[in-house]
């Protein structure tokens, strides 16, 4: 890490966020004066357009790649047209203990002022919740599911090679053609297409001139510029910014510059979820790379800083926070760049180059919170590559994770993806699977399955409240077998999935009609073909997931239930059901029993993984084939991010032994402390999953640092993971970190500011998060060697 | 050539048709650990039979040292359910002031008290498997050894303590065609050896002491067999890892480690040793088991000690390792 870097590194960690609401104004005083003047795309792209003419710009001292979306680094702007913080809002964050966003208190009663009024209710979510039906209402405060779009718009976009050979003014041409073979006599949509392409072509404009005031900023500085060397720098920036993104990029800096002004632009025109990411970064920059090396243009060093500084750029973009109820609880949140390493490219080659390494070698230096770095294994993936992942895994910041292309590949060519379109999918986010730049795979909503089961439980009703959510399924009293059990869980199951697909498909019309994304849509593929948005059916392929959560905490639910209820009838109904109520009070002997003495899931154990692949399959059948509002469908997620803390809150105690309130157990990894088998036991149950059939698996190990100390320890490690993947697994990452380490970072939080560990599909800081968190990752299970 | 080499190779040669392991045959297992990274190559699934011959003074896994389940009481886990009390078929145990009080006398060591305790507060330390039960353990296995050396690793306790029991796993083991390493004191009759040899990819062999006196105290057997089997077993062939785990104030002086190193450098087909650094791990089984610590004494490893040892075996012609 050279001194540039290493300076630039230190400002985006040390400066604390802040919110900015200059966006806010611009917008709001956009909207008064312009709302019914245009089309909605129109005026989305007016917006952005305007946007990108009148903020505030930044050019740091010593940057490379230019641009922030708030006015400095860390400075983020909020989108009231989605949600619209309250001043309560901004003064939690003001205030908080955990990462607090600094906002004024004069611009707090500027954005009472001039902001509140007009976004009440018309917001996004004011909508959204002006509508919902009680039924549905009542499921959600229970916590039986999440609601993605009630705080920021649909997004999960990544992007595959077209920007790097697409100008701007190439996308203008394509726009202007489709404009031209409108057919106004045939089809109807023709004029709804025209102010799409329209919109997309402001969009456009918007991104060049936001590219030249850089330009400019950069040329000015250089003229008053003392330093030579910092001169020629800030000459060749403004030269950059000329060129890209309106043209193609030439070179590696042009490259990552082009990349750096299509994330910002589409974190600028809307707040999506899982906001943007380049996908295959080391495939699109290979050819620029080799190149520069080749006609002497460019040195492994220089590629190395410039990759640095979007690294470091990326990690100055905190995600902006969210509003009410969860604004006091949620820690960080970013925007979840997942840059893929390896894999495969289009032609089926294998993906690995220099680059890839580079890149890894990045990461290993910086030990920044974003962009987050996964690699993707294939067949063809050299050993070499993934053992230099395992060093870099092993080094214990939570990344890179571990990804299974073929698996990956597998599961897109079941939904009918082309082979080809698949290996230049990946993974993004944490963990979900779509066809970069060609897709948007909308996550809807995190799904409280062993909540579900609690329905089942208590004839509809939510044990901890009492009150009736759900549809009568039958006193449990009643039930004569397992299966009576289970058929009402499937019942529960089917009615919440109608619910959360129905209120969902009704926020997607809400989105296509009055929140478009004209720049986005134009650099996804079909966008601009169909003359649609990308919230709007335009791309190629559209996909609807609903992230399950939970499935060991149920499966050992489940398990116990069977085993001791049904199997040696040794508890009776009654007596679970009122000691579940109680929280187990009064009733140890039994909590433990249910604890010590059930099959549970990840041991491999086919007593319990019969149950999983049980509940597995009605997931799949619930959700899987569903029409979305695109023509086409939702498939199943097994992805909890943190939801699991969340809904374990809003979960009463349940038949595994797992107090109320306590978390669920994360993505598709056991229960905390269920695997006593090892880390081969735990992958071996989990590939019994079938996980082609899903959009997506996320397996957490944890494994001390003396585990993986020497070389072949690395290679065991590899190992593990080839066999996971062998067995069609779709994703392994691991924690390396002991409990005595985490146990001092909470006492002494100041002392370990950059301890990161793996959270869900992600890492964070764990000293910023909250004190739940924190146990949680300190409870799962250490995978210890004696 | 050597006539147990001939031996060894002809059973080699003959095995895959007559021996049908009869997977009737039990014995006393007091764990299975998957993913073990330290029993030999790639990774292992490694069984520990239970019971052992010797007694050494360090010894890492004392609750394999006797044959036979043994029967655990950890009064911490109880909740006091009473469940334990009308579960033993013996009414050997019976309420006490802040426990469970058990008449060793009537004990059986039967087990169904561990089975039955919700808080885990009785355990049970070993228990007869079949060989079909195990096999049907290390089966689970087999993807993580495809296309490695990775495999089984029997352990103890003395595996060779149990030579029909260990005898009819390693067959079975041949039959999936899994590696398979036996880690061993070497304590046995020269037929066991043999025999076991037929069926066994690699020995864990450890070389605790070449003075019989000295090895005689701290472990409680003679030297004379173990030093005997390793000859045998290296010149019929079979692959030997040698192991000298490292105990400060026993086995670390100059001349036992040149001893040590001269022995190793001698056999044919040894090339290597790998060094085990003393660490006192153990002590908090030996509570558990509530036994008295027979190392306290041993002060920890000594980095140049250890480094001192490697260099005396080096000399001997030896590759060393440490750890291992």
Redo the contacts between chains.
């Keep these: 890490m050279n001194d540039r870097i290493d300076r630039l590194r230190r400002e985006s960690f040390e400066t604390e966020p802040s919110i900015s609401i200059e966006r806010a104004l611009l917008e709001t005083a956009f909207y008064r004066e312009n709302y019914g003047k245009h089309s909605l795309p129109v005026l989305r792209a007016l917006v952005f357009k305007d946007l990108c003419e009148k903020k505030t710009l930044w050019l740091g001292d010593g940057e490379l790649i230019v641009g922030e979306r708030g006015p400095r680094p860390k400075c983020v702007p909020t989108f009231p047209e989605l949600t619209c913080h309250s001043a309560e809002d901004l003064r939690v964050l003001n205030s908080r203990p955990m990462t607090r966003y600094h906002v004024s208190e004069e611009d707090i009663a500027a954005y009472e002022r001039e902001v509140i009024p007009y976004w009440t209710g018309r917001s996004m979510r004011d909508r959204v919740f002006s509508q919902v039906p009680d039924e549905w209402r009542a499921a959600y405060e229970s916590g039986l599911f999440t609601e993605f779009m009630e705080q920021r718009a649909p997004g999960h976009t990544a992007l595959d090679g077209t920007i790097y050979s697409t100008g701007m003014l190439d996308f203008k041409t394509r726009i202007a053609d489709r404009l031209a073979r409108l057919d106004y006599l045939h089809d109807p949509l023709a004029s709804d297409r025209a102010e799409q392409l329209r919109a997309m072509d402001i969009a456009c404009d918007a991104a060049i001139v936001f590219a030249e005031r850089h330009a400019d900023l950069a040329w000015d500085k250089a003229k008053t510029e003392a330093d030579p060397v910092r001169k020629a720098e800030l000459t060749r920036i403004a030269e950059v910014c000329r060129r890209v993104p309106a043209h193609a990029p030439r070179n590696f800096w042009e490259a990552l510059q082009m990349y750096w002004f299509v994330h910002l632009g589409t974190i600028t025109e809307l707040n999506g979820w899982d906001a943007m990411t380049p996908g295959h970064l080391d495939q699109h920059l290979a050819p620029f790379y080799e190149r520069g090396l080749a006609d002497g243009t460019l040195t492994r060093e220089k590629a190395k800083e410039l990759l640095c500084c979007l690294w470091i750029k990326v990690n100055n973009h905190p995600a902006p926070p969210k509003v009410g109820v969860t604004a006091k609880e949620s820690g960080t949140y970013n925007d979840f760049t997942n840059i893929n390493l390896g894999g495969l490219r289009r032609d089926g080659s294998d993906g690995v180059s220099d680059v890839s390494y580079l890149i890894l070698e990045v990461v290993d230096e910086l030990r920044l919170l974003q962009p987050q770095t996964s690699v993707h294994v294939s067949q063809k993936t050299p050993d070499a590559f993934l053992k230099a992942a395992a060093r870099v895994i092993k080094n214990g910041y939570g990344y890179p994770s571990v990804f299974n292309t073929d698996a990956v590949v597998m599961e897109q060519i079941r939904v009918g993806k082309t082979v080809e379109d698949a290996r230049e999918g990946g993974c993004s986010g944490c963990i979900e699977t779509g066809a970069f730049g060609k897709e948007a795979y909308i996550l809807t909503g995190y799904l409280n399955v062993p909540k579900v089961l609690e329905l089942a439980l208590n004839d509809g009703r939510d044990q901890l409240t009492g009150r009736q959510i759900g549809p009568n399924t039958g006193d449990p009293l009643a039930f004569a077998n397992f299966d009576d059990l289970y058929g009402a869980f499937t019942r529960q199951l089917e009615w919440v999935v109608d619910l959360k697909v129905r209120v969902n498909n009704y926020i997607e019309r809400m989105y296509a009609a009055h929140s478009p994304a004209p720049f986005l849509s134009t650099v996804i593929h079909d966008c601009i073909e169909n003359g649609l948005d990308y919230y709007n059916g335009g791309p190629r392929y559209n996909t609807n997931y609903i992230q399950c959560c939970g499935i060991g905490t149920v499966t050992d639910s489940l398990s116990a239930i069977k085993t001791h209820v049904f199997d040696t009838a040794a508890v009776p109904m009654d007596r679970l059901l009122s000691s579940l109520r109680a929280n187990f009070d009064g009733a ?3 909590r ?2 249910l604890w ?2 059930t099959p549970f899931f990840g041991n ?1 154990d086919d007593r319990a993984d019969d149950i999983m692949r049980r509940v597995y399959d009605s997931l799949f059948t619930a959700i899987d084939g569903r029409p979305n509002t695109k023509g086409t469908a939702y498939h199943l997620n097994m992805l909890s991010t943190t939801c699991h803390v969340y809904f374990g809150k809003m979960l009463g105690a349940s038949a595994n032994g797992r107090l109320a309130h306590l978390p669920e157990s994360d993505g598709t990894s056991p229960s905390h402390g269920a695997d006593r ?5 735990v992958v ?1 149950s989990l590939s019994k999953m079938d996980q082609i059939k899903s959009g997506g698996t996320l397996l957490n190990q944890r494994f001390l640092p003396d ?1 993986l100390k ?1 070389d ?2 690395l ?2 490690l590899c ?2 993971i080839r ?1 996971y993947f ?2 069609n697994g779709h994703h392994i990452q691991f924690n390396v970190v002991d409990t005595e380490t985490l146990r001092h970072a909470q006492a002494n939080p100041d002392e370990y500011r950059n301890l990161l560990v793996r959270v869900a599909g992600y890492s964070d800081y764990f000293v910023d998060l909250d004190l739940d968190h924190q146990e949680e990752i300190i409870r799962r299970t250490e ?1 210890e ?2 | 050539m050597h006539l147990h080499k001939l031996l060894l190779e002809e059973a080699n040669n003959i095995h895959y048709q007559i021996l049908m392991p009869s997977t009737n045959t039990s014995g006393t297992i007091f764990a299975i650990k998957r993913y073990a990274l330290h029993d030999g190559p790639d990774l292992r699934v490694t069984v520990f039979l239970k019971g052992c011959p010797l007694s050494c003074l360090w010894c890492h896994n004392p609750e394999g040292m006797r044959p036979g389940t043994q029967i655990l009481s950890l009064p911490d886990r109880c909740v006091g359910c009473g469940e334990c009390l009308t579960a033993c078929p013996q009414g050997a145990l019976s309420a006490g002031p802040a426990s469970v009080r058990r008449d060793a006398g009537a004990c059986t060591a039967c087990g169904t008290c561990a089975e039955t305790c919700p808080a885990l507060a009785h355990e049970a330390l070993g228990r007869s498997w079949t060989v079909a039960e195990v096999m049907a353990e290390i089966e689970k296995e087999l993807p993580f050894f495809e296309g490695s050396q990775g495999g089984v690793t029997f352990s103890g306790g003395e595996p060779l303590a149990q030579p029909d029991f260990l005898e009819a796993l390693l067959a079975a083991c041949v039959r999936l065609g899994v590696h398979r390493a036996v880690d061993t004191s070497g304590f046995a009759t020269a037929e066991t050896a043999l025999r076991i040899a037929r069926h066994t990819d690699l020995f864990l062999f450890d070389l605790k002491h070449m003075d019989p006196a000295a090895h005689r105290r701290a472990t409680g057997v003679d030297n004379a067999p173990i030093l005997a089997n390793l000859r045998l077993l290296a010149e019929a062939g079979a692959r030997v890892q040698l192991r000298l785990p490292l105990i400060p104030g026993f086995n670390d002086g100059d001349e036992n480690i040149r001893q040590t190193g001269l022995l190793a450098a001698s056999l044919p087909g040894v090339h290597g040793i790998d060094v085990l650094p003393y660490h006192a791990t153990a002590k908090g089984k030996y509570a558990k088991l509530g036994l008295p610590y027979p190392g306290a004494d041993i002060p920890a490893a000594d980095p140049q000690q250890t480094e001192r040892a490697a260099e005396i075996l080096r000399n001997c012609g030896l590759t060393v390792r440490i750890g291992g």
Excluded: F, H, I, Y
Aim: net charge positive.
């Design positions: 140890e002997a039994l433990l029993k010590n003495k491999d088998n090892g880390p081969t036991a071996k585990v020497s072949q320890d290679d065991k190992r593990l066999t062998r067995l995978q060697m004696a």
